[in-house]
């Protein structure tokens, strides 16, 4: 007879994330199951963003300016997309960064957006079991914000979906084998700075601060792209959620809007300024307003939640790096 916690076992023979049509029926009952979560992962999140009195914007596939994606040291992609529409380049969002600032500044001070991102992440990635190679970010950003404000949002958010979970889908939950294993978080969750970390465990803190903490942990000053702020001092205001086991489920910050700095930082990255002329006119007229805010990788979060091996595990249509299926 099936035990309650069967379906978790049912993942240990997956191997890598198969497509729908080439699934065992007990390989589709525990996606089905997965997909409840998934659901209700969703049901909470946009609710809790609702119930903050955020704005809900759909998202964009193309556009002229994307996230640079450089130089996080995170980032690893194979290929970016450009094509030409109406005679223009255009290039699939990597992320919705510069259409949060610009729309958080311009017209709505506390916006959110499910985005789907294109990243042809390096096919080495497809065993991380925490890449794919398109995602969905729900991206925020509110203005005028703090950093902790915005970490404090976070943490409402997280504690929310679990309890929300626990109620709604304790039959799911259990036949993952994740209902004793997921625990409300306790607020505050404890924030660790990067140079502490690389003190600790050298530039591998990423892949071992997972295995040690049980509750999810916030890392703040990292090193990355030129729109998250820089204090005069080089500290970075900026922030990721780490979730045990896994890593990073959330990258946020408050921004760069100060012309002058903005400038320097592209100038000392390396990239095409011509690629964000319009968060420079905006940021030299002084329209660009400060702004904080962050994305939670969604698929990242449920997977976490289910406890899969892959990310591919939670998403309908896989999409491992290296691996191109029909759909
Ligand atoms: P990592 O270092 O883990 O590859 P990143 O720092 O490059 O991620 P960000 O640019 O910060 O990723 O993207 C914002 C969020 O989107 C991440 O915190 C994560 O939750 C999610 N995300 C990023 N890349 C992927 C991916 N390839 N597959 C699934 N989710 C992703
Ligand atoms: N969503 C991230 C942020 O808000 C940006 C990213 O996708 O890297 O900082
Ligand atoms: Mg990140």
Redesign the pocket.
Known sequence: MRTQTSLRDVSLNLGLPKPLEMMSDEEILRKVVIGKVFTRTLKSLTTSFLDEDFDWLLPVIFSKST?P?WP?????IEKRIETEIYGETVRTT??MIVHKMVACSLAYPKLFTLSP?V?V?KRE?KS?G????????L?FEVRGASSSAIRSLVERVVIKLVEDLRKGCEAELTQLGQYDVLKIPKSPFKVFDREELEKEYGGSW?TLLPKVIKEPVWVVNIP??FYDFEEVTGRWDNY??IVPKY?????GAKREWEYNKILKKIERDGIRKENFSLLLKLSKEGRLKQTAG????????VTWIVGANH?GEVQPFP?I?GIVNEL
């Open positions: 996230d994606l996080d040291p995170g980032s690893s990597l992320s991102n990243r992440e990635r991380t925490w890449h794919a190679y398109e995602f969905s970010q991206d990423e990355r792209e990721d959620l890593g990073e489920v959330l990258s962050a994305g939670i990788g969604v698929e990242r979060i990310i999409k790096p």
